[in-house]
């Protein structure tokens, strides 16, 4: 269930390179699984801007954004005490009660986000995760303390070597033949692309989409699926490996 | 004083003019987390076409200034899933006025659609303006005669249900579009559809949109869907629906000076799903502010 509230802003730091994790304090009850999403109102932006859930509790909850445009930057330059109109509790977001005993998080860029309560839900529930977190470079990488501190191993891959192993997130995983036996996938869709094409696996894969509303209404980010046409933002983001049309 | 704020379309009885645009509603289960669709004047159903579709490649919504893009391309289940399943559904949870949209790529297509939701709904739209699909779709309603044709198309295959035409504002004049519907049978009009834009992503130098070019909705077209309601209701005697860039309730008093009997909100919903109920909550206040008894006073009022 999809609820329109007013959250008051805890905290809005700078974790790395562009990168954002903001705590909102407010009604996060619609908020349920990790993999969802929020949809966020900017003063002097047309569309809401769609940002994962990091992280969250009945009343709070963290968001970590990429400043890539105006509307991030605005949202950057937000000081705690200040409000925000956000849609809250939209997407299927991951369900973990199929994952195997030994799952993979993998994640590129800010898109890892969602990996972190993940990765707390799953240990919750008796599994421990391994993760596997890609970035450009050592100055952009968020997450890996936190997920190490929560006892997931964490292997780090930036593209230019600067931290962990140089190349992409999907290489190294391949290269040093991490066993596992689900994946829980998250980030741009050349990386899940290369994350299905690693192993045959079964898992879910969040996906990123342009979109407008981000409650089901406008169609303007379905994807088709071998199940007919999905909206990302209702159905999705999260597909299971089972439907992707790839 | 108790402000009437009914209206009729064809002898249809409208609690409210305000009913959200085709195409931002779904089947109109999408805004029940939100508010009672019952609230609403009427539920206008996504575009429908002869067969399933699912549309343009993505991306396929894009932002702009005070509006945004959209070249969805009319995704919908085809008219027969409309008819079996999206109607029952929401005839499950609402029970107000029903306005189905049809789309076609061949006149054959819109009556075949026509004749078969005739009696289902209460208003059925023809949409001859629809900018996002390759043929069809707008082509028709960019020509008086075609426009013409599909109208008469429509009513030759409905008996029961009154036909509006949903004008295209890509157009030079539009009123001539309007008289050739009226003189071609419609009952009603709505306008206007979305006005064809583009943006350019100036880091990946390419167009946002995958189809490049797209229509243009939101507050930003509001002046323009407002002068083309109001020259057409000068000209036609036939009601006219008055949809583009209605943000809030003081657009709603502004359309019907125009010469709106009711108004469509579009874009608006997907920034603010409580769009329409804001507006129909706000709009008795306003009525009252402006001296305004009875809603229908002000349809066409605007010398």
Known sequence: ?246 | MVRNTQVSLCGIKLKNPVMPASGVYGFGGEYRDFYDPNILGAVVLKGTTARPRFGNPTPRVAECTSGMLNSVGLQNPGIDAVISQELPRLREFYHGPVIANISGFSVEEYASCCGKIDGLVDIIEVNISCPNVERGGMGFGTDPELAAEVTRAAKGATAKTPVFVKLSPNVADITEIGIACQEAGADGLTLINTLLGMRIDIRTKTPVLANKIGGFSGSAIFPVALRMVYEVSRVVHIPVIGVGGISKAEDVIEMMMAGATAVQVGSENLRDPMACYRIIEKLPNLMEKLNIENLVDIINIAE
Not at chain 1, 57 to 74: A, F
Not at chain 1, 149 to 162: F, H, N
Not at chain 1, 195 to 203: H, I, P
Not at chain 1, 210 to 224: D, H, T, V
């Open chain 1, 1 to 246: 269930m999809s609820k329109l509230c007013r959250f008051d802003i805890l905290e809005n730091r700078q974790v790395a390179k562009d990168t954002y994790s903001i705590v909102l304090f407010g009604d996060c009850s619609s908020v349920t699984r990790p993999g969802q999403f929020v949809n966020i109102a900017l003063e002097g932006h047309y569309l809401r801007r769609p940002l994962s859930v990091c992280r969250a509790s009945t009343e709070s909850m963290t968001l970590v954004y990429k400043v890539v445009g105006s509307g991030t930057y605005q949202l950057s330059q937000r000081k705690p005490g200040t409000g925000l109109d956000i849609l809250t509790g939209l997407g299927n977001g991951f369900d973990i009660t199929e994952s195997g005993e030994n799952p993979l998080l993998i994640g590129g860029g800010a898109g890892a986000a969602p990996l972190f309560w993940l990765a707390e839900k799953l240990i919750e529930a008796g599994i421990m995760p391994r993760a596997a977190i890609g970035f450009n470079s050592a100055d952009e990488v968020f997450l890996a303390a936190e997920l190490a501190q929560l006892g997931v191993p964490v292997t780090v891959s930036t593209l230019d070597g600067s931290m962990g192993a140089r190349g992409l997130v999907t290489d190294t995983v391949g290269r040093i033949g991490l066993k596992y036996d689900y994946v829980f996938a998250c980030g741009p869709e050349p990386m899940l692309r290369a994350v299905y094409g690693l192993s045959e696996v079964d898992g879910q894969y969040s996906f990123e989409e342009r979109m407008a509303c981000g409650f089901g209404a406008c169609m303007g980010c379905s994807c088709e699926t071998k199940y007919g046409p999905k909206r990302l933002c209702k159905e999705g983001p999260v597909l299971r490996r089972g439907e992707i049309k790839w």
